[in-house]
């Protein structure tokens, strides 16, 4: 995919290679601290990798016969993944109106939106310390691998503050109980803790078993219908949010298995099992 395609930006890079895009934050002189310019940022590439995904396009291959993208790793330059939200844009807040503060958190929480919805299988690797909004990154990823120093924290609370636009995806993510004890403590957490807890997926211990680790995730990952994998994140956003009786969910699930079943893919998927052949997103996947 070629860099003239990529949109220009300054604190945090796109790379996308086959269909693996890496977004990486380098805003290193603050520990990647999230100001307004790299949300913004980071919202544009979350916008434009989510436009060219096979979840989003529904095609393995582009007009332009490149491949859509499929898995989306998130990573940061420096010794840290993410501070949370760069301090000085937050005090700024004090002398802003309470629309203007709307506004600001509406962006934050576009960000956060962004990376939880996203169509492709979303990785976070996390070196450091992952602090407010960097806690609120990793809990919107699909699968976080950390080193054995990363720390982690819902720090908001030691600031006076409310750790609430990231609320609703770390809730998702550690449960009821979770969240709120680590949302009132604000305290940081090793990687063990947060590996027991479901912060973390998986705790490498160097760099290079972290590359090892994220290559591996990315090979189970293109393994699967990459359909089928954008329809498990919105078949759990669907359960998260269901408001209807049981029989409804339960007429609902059939519905969508036997969309899902009787799909191209899902079709292709069952004839290659059948035949004893791979299926044709693994053939795609090794002619790149």
Same mark, same amino acid.
């Given at each position: 995919?070629?860099?003239?395609?990529?949109?220009?930006?300054?604190?945090?890079?796109?790379?996308?290679k086959?269909?693996?895009?890496?977004?990486?934050?380098?805003?290193?002189?603050?520990?990647?601290?999230?100001?307004?310019?790299?949300?913004?940022?980071?919202?544009?590439?979350?916008?434009?990798?989510?436009? $060219? /995904?096979?979840?989003?396009?529904?095609?393995?291959?582009?007009?332009?016969?490149?491949?859509?993208?499929? +898995?989306?790793?998130?990573?940061?330059?420096?010794?840290?993944?993410?501070?949370?939200?760069?301090?000085?844009?937050?005090?700024?807040g004090?002398?802003?109106?309470?629309?203007?503060?709307?506004r600001?958190?509406?962006?934050?929480? $576009?960000?956060?939106?962004?990376?939880?919805?996203?169509?492709?299988?979303?990785?976070?690797?996390?070196?450091?310390?992952?602090?407010?909004?960097?806690?609120?990154?990793?809990?919107?990823?699909?699968? +976080?691998?950390?080193?054995?120093r990363?720390?982690?924290?819902?720090?908001e609370?030691?600031?006076?503050?409310?750790?609430?636009?990231?609320?609703?995806?770390?809730?998702?993510?550690?449960?009821?109980?979770?969240?709120?004890?680590?949302?009132?403590?604000?305290?940081?957490?090793?990687?063990?803790?947060?590996?027991? +807890?479901?912060?973390?997926?998986?705790?490498?211990? /160097?760099?290079?078993a972290?590359?090892?680790?994220?290559?591996?995730?990315?090979?189970?990952?293109?393994?699967?219908?990459?359909?089928?994998?954008?329809?498990?994140?919105?078949?759990?956003?669907?359960?998260?949010?269901?408001?209807?009786?049981?029989?409804?969910?339960r007429?609902?699930?059939?519905?969508?298995?036997?969309?899902?079943?009787?799909?191209?893919?899902?079709?292709?998927?069952?004839? /290659?099992?059948?035949?004893?052949?791979?299926?044709?997103?693994?053939?795609?996947e090794?002619?790149?």
């Open positions: 995919m070629t860099e003239e395609k990529i949109p220009n930006t300054e604190l945090c890079r796109l790379e996308v086959g269909a693996v895009a890496n977004i990486t934050l380098q805003r290193t002189e603050t520990f990647n601290a999230l100001n307004d310019q790299i949300i913004s940022e980071l919202i544009e590439l979350l916008e434009w990798t989510s436009g $060219r /995904s096979v979840g989003s396009t529904g095609e393995l291959i582009s007009k332009g016969g490149e491949p859509n993208i499929r +898995v989306l790793v998130i990573r940061s330059d420096g010794k840290h993944f993410c501070a949370g939200a760069d301090i000085n844009m937050m005090r700024d004090g002398s802003k109106t309470p629309e203007e503060n709307r600001d958190s509406e962006r934050l929480d $576009r960000l956060f939106h962004g990376l939880w919805s996203h169509p492709c299988f979303t990785i976070a690797k996390v070196q450091g310390v992952a602090l407010g909004g960097g806690a609120g990154i990793v809990a919107c990823s699909d699968h +976080v691998i950390a080193e054995p990363s720390k982690i924290a819902l720090s609370a030691k600031l006076g503050i409310s750790a609430a636009v990231i609320g609703p995806y770390v809730h998702r993510r550690l449960g009821s109980a979770g969240f709120r004890r680590l949302a009132m403590l604000a305290s940081r957490i090793d990687a063990e803790e947060a590996l027991r +807890v479901g912060f973390v997926d998986e705790v490498a211990e /160097s760099a290079d972290m590359e090892g680790a994220i290559s591996k995730v990315i090979s189970e990952a293109m393994s699967s219908g990459p359909l089928a994998v954008t329809s498990a994140k919105r078949m759990v956003a669907e359960l998260d949010m269901w408001q209807g009786d049981d029989d409804s969910l007429s609902w699930t059939l519905d969508l298995t036997s969309k899902m079943r009787g799909s191209r893919e899902g079709q292709e998927g069952l004839s /290659s099992f059948l035949e004893g052949r791979d299926p044709d997103w693994l053939d795609r090794k002619d790149e």
